[in-house]
């Protein structure tokens, strides 16, 4: 058994196998994506190429106001103020004209455009609240009754008021006549006072004249008086320059003890501060000092521990013995049915109030309808009135020329308007006769002045022998001839 052949039993051998975990997936082919298809396209609309009717609505209210106003502006113009002429000379008006110019033209760098003025609407709209219709249907409620009562009392046969009516209306008509004709009397009259009080002022104008000349008159004889007077000051002004020159040379000594007064004064101020600088030095220690403190007892504070978690069972009561006592929970709960009711109720309330609201919206309905047969009416009847009116203003106006007092009052004006043309046309000649005469005599003073400085300096020259005589007499008569005038005299050699 030992020395016999062995035979040896066969193993199986693991085979390596490679992963297949690295090999690639095929790539999956993708999904074509869908093209999206736009939507057609809308037209543009045609409001984009027409202006917006708005601006046609604004334009025309524009043009409207424009023509209002410049209808106002003519009769403003037409008929201006009563009592007086509020027109401006010529002259006035160039001058204002001028300075508006100049003002316009500083302003010109710094131009901001000017927002328009809010269109003004004559008839302004009422805004139609329940309000204003409930008050507008009382009011025509209550005129209906006072109707009805005065129909009921003329069927009981009462007195119809329509003569004292007419009687009443007559008399206020020539209460009116009578307002009217006063009125226009006292234009007249006011006309009338600035007439005169026009006059008097052309007549003062007159007396100041006078006046001013016999102010310059003295004027210039003070500015003589005051021209010596400034000579003796100057005098006595280099008088005193003198004593005051004298008096300079003895303030050396004086300086100099100044001078050591004020080292004394510097000596006790640096003692004094920094005395007040060593207590102001104690002072920031000691604070400094204290606050170190407060900040380590701040630290010290800080450092004790502090329970922040606190358990709370919700489920429990607070354990005061309170019959009222309850858990949060079940308070919670309470809250919960509460705000349940309160919602329901609030549910019904709103039903109720829009079932009222709808109610009353149709009793406006109809209430309006009432109110605009009331307005047609009363238009109607505001036309006849307008018509009764423009007949008496008439009528009032005629009356009024009628009158002997308008007329004797403008006869007046026209006297005194036409006296005071006739004293303003004199006193135009006047001043344009003295502005020649005054222009004639500056020009004399100017001639005469110049022949006098001329004369000086030719005699200044011949004294210095700078020209001979021959020559100082050509230049003379040169002079002469260029001003017009003949010479009155030859120079001396």
């Known amino acids: 058994m030992i020395n016999g052949p062995n035979f040896v039993k066969g193993f199986r051998v693991t085979k390596v196998k490679e992963f297949s975990l690295t090999k690639p997936k095929p790539r999956t082919i993708p999904v074509p994506q869908k093209i999206p298809t736009q939507k057609p396209h809308q037209p543009v609309p045609e409001s984009t190429y027409r202006s917006p009717k708005e601006q046609e609505v604004l334009q025309g209210k524009k ?34 004209s ?6 316009d033209n500083k302003m010109a760098f710094n131009k901001v455009k000017v927002q328009h003025a809010p269109m003004k609407v004559d008839n302004v709209p009422v805004r139609l609240n329940a309000a204003a219709i409930l008050r507008e249907r009382a009011l025509y409620q ?12 003329l069927v009981d046969g009462a007195r119809d008021p329509s003569e004292f009516l007419e009687w009443q209306r007559q008399m206020h008509a020539r209460d009116l006549e009578k307002q009217l004709a006063d009125i226009e009397c006292r234009r007249l009259e006011g006309k009338l006072s600035r007439e005169e009080a026009l006059l008097a002022r052309q007549n003062l104008i007159q007396e100041n004249k006078k006046k001013a000349l016999i102010k310059k008159e003295e004027t210039e004889k003070l500015m003589r008086v005051y021209a010596e007077k400034r000579l003796q000051e100057e005098k006595e002004m280099r008088d005193l320059v003198e004593q005051v020159s004298e008096g300079h040379k003895n303030t050396k000594q004086a300086r100099m003890k100044l001078q050591k007064y004020k080292q004394q004064i510097v000596q006790e101020v640096a003692e004094e501060s920094r005395e007040l600088l060593r207590q102001a030095l104690e002072e920031a220690q000691e604070e400094l000092r204290k606050k170190f403190e407060l900040i380590r007892e701040i630290r010290a504070m800080e450092s004790v521990p502090f329970i922040r978690q606190t358990l709370v069972d919700l489920t429990q009561t607070a354990g005061h013995g309170l019959n009222c006592e309850m858990s949060i929970v079940e308070l919670r709960e309470r809250l919960a049915l509460l705000k349940e009711a309160e919602r329901k109720a ?5 039903d109720q109030i ?16 009432q109110i605009s047969l009331h307005r047609a009416a009363q238009a109607k009847a505001a036309v006849l009135r307008l018509e009764e009116k423009k ?6 106006k005629a009356a009024i020329a009628n009158n002997d007092r308008v007329t004797e009052l403008q006869r007046k004006l026209e006297e005194k308007m036409t006296e005071r043309k006739r004293q303003a046309e004199a006193l135009k000649l006047n001043a344009q006769r003295s502005t020649s005469k005054s222009c004639k005599n500056s020009y004399e003073e100017k001639h005469w002045k110049e022949l006098e400085e001329s004369r000086e300096r030719q005699a200044q020259l011949l004294q210095y022998g700078v020209v001979s005589g021959e020559t100082a007499n050509r230049m003379a008569a040169y002079q002469a001839a260029r001003n017009g005038t003949s010479q009155a005299y030859v120079m001396p050699s």
């Not at 007949?391 to 009032?396: E, T």
Request: hydrophobic share 30%; with cysteine; charged share 45%.
């Open 98 to 103: 001028e300075i508006m110019r100049e003002e």
């Open 63 to 96: 043009l409207t106001n424009r023509q209002k106003a410049e209808e106002l502006l003519i009769e403003a113009n037409m008929e201006q103020f009563k009592c007086a002429n509020p027109e401006k000379s010529e002259k006035t008006k160039r001058v204002l």
């Open 142 to 153: 209550r005129q209906v009754e006072e109707e009805l009562s005065r129909i009921e009392k």
């Open 391 to 396: 007949s008496k203003s008439q009528l009032g």
């Open 354 to 369: 829009l079932e009222e609201k709808q109610l009353k919206q149709q009793h406006l309905l109809d209430t309006l309808e």
């Open 346 to 350: 609030e549910e019904e309330k709103r």
